[in-house]
């Protein structure tokens, strides 16, 4: 079921992308805003309190309708429940709209709108970094986004549903990387977190994405230049300030022998910390070009598809079984 299931939310978000401003984002921002406010009294046992309520209950939830409607309705009826959940919470059209219309700007020469849009998605202070720095930018940007919003879903996903719940892994982890997420930023009333809520999320997210970053890693290795890559996680990875960002960034980096790292933009918000932010000590390769963003396309999706093989390898041995 899991291979069937993936390649169909696929297929269905290529097709009808989900809007950002769906009644499904808006009632989960509601939500995780409505239960930090709620239940988030600054000491650490009510925020992991908070964060359970936000994350745990509603993939208990998930796991439990996934439960009563392959024992009930039967096989097709899960198969169609995972299939939904999948397509809300994976995708690469989530994201690649700004990709697409970056790189359209930059191959138009359009210097001006490229930093102007790369502003506007990541909310950061672009100011008048050269046509180089706003293509690095773009390609780190591109390839954590992509992680997130497929590789990393892909693999609880697969590892869940095999073991029988269903899609709660996919659940779970979207949800913690939004929790995190959400959290860190303001409001006009302050943050929407408190001090210890925000550090709970932030250590909640560094666990959940710690095998998934370096599985994403590997398979980047693997359909990359192998040995590069793996040079690049060994001895570049620490030059990035968060640590399973900078696993990816640097396996990314010597899978096709570009240069990525350096100074990081700062957000709007001025969260120097933030976690959406990569930057840091440069790695070795070549300049960051245009040309760079059809190799890093190629990457990702050759990756999506050797995954899909395992997938679909271990789908059918859990059938066999």
Not at 36 to 50: C, L, M, P, S, Y
């Amino acid at each position: 079921m899991s291979f069937f299931a993936i390649l169909l939310a696929l297929v269905l978000e290529q097709a009808r992308p989900l809007k950002n401003n769906n009644l499904i984002f808006v009632t989960t921002e509601r939500w995780a805003s409505w239960v930090a406010r709620t239940f988030d009294a600054g000491t650490r046992q009510q925020a992991w309190i908070t964060w359970c309520i936000t994350v745990v209950a509603p993939a208990v939830l998930v796991m439990l309708a996934h439960w009563i409607l392959e024992f009930s309705l039967g096989w097709l009826f899960a198969a169609l429940w995972n299939v939904a959940l999948l397509y809300t919470t994976l995708g690469f059209r989530q994201f690649s709209h700004h990709f697409t219309g970056i790189r359209e700007a930059l191959e138009s020469a359009d210097e001006d709108k490229a930093r102007e849009l790369l502003a506007q998605w990541q909310q950061v202070h672009v100011g008048q970094i050269p046509r180089s720095e706003i293509v690095r930018h773009v390609i780190e940007y591109s390839v954590i986004a992509a992680h997130r919003h497929v590789f990393g879903v892909f693999f609880w996903y697969a590892a869940l549903s095999i073991i029988g719940l269903g899609p709660v892994g996919a659940v779970l982890y979207r949800l913690t990387e939004f929790a995190q997420r959400k959290w860190q930023q303001s409001t006009h009333e302050g943050p929407l977190g408190s001090d210890v809520l925000r550090s709970v999320a932030a250590r909640a997210w560094l666990a959940m994405d710690w095998l998934p970053s370096r599985m994403t890693a590997l398979g980047f290795a693997i359909v990359g230049s192998f040995e590069d890559a793996m040079d690049g996680w060994r001895n570049h990875a620490q030059n990035f300030p968060e640590d399973n960002d900078g696993v990816i960034l640097a396996a990314t980096a010597g899978a096709i022998n570009i240069r990525l790292g350096g100074a990081a933009l700062q957000p709007h918000n001025d969260q120097k910390d933030s976690p959406q932010t990569p930057g840091g000590t440069s790695t070795p390769g070549r300049a960051p070009d245009v040309a760079h963003f059809a190799q890093v396309v190629g990457l990702v999706w050759r990756t999506v598809i050797m995954w899909l093989v395992l997938i679909a390898l271990l789908t059918m041995a859990n059938l066999m079984g």
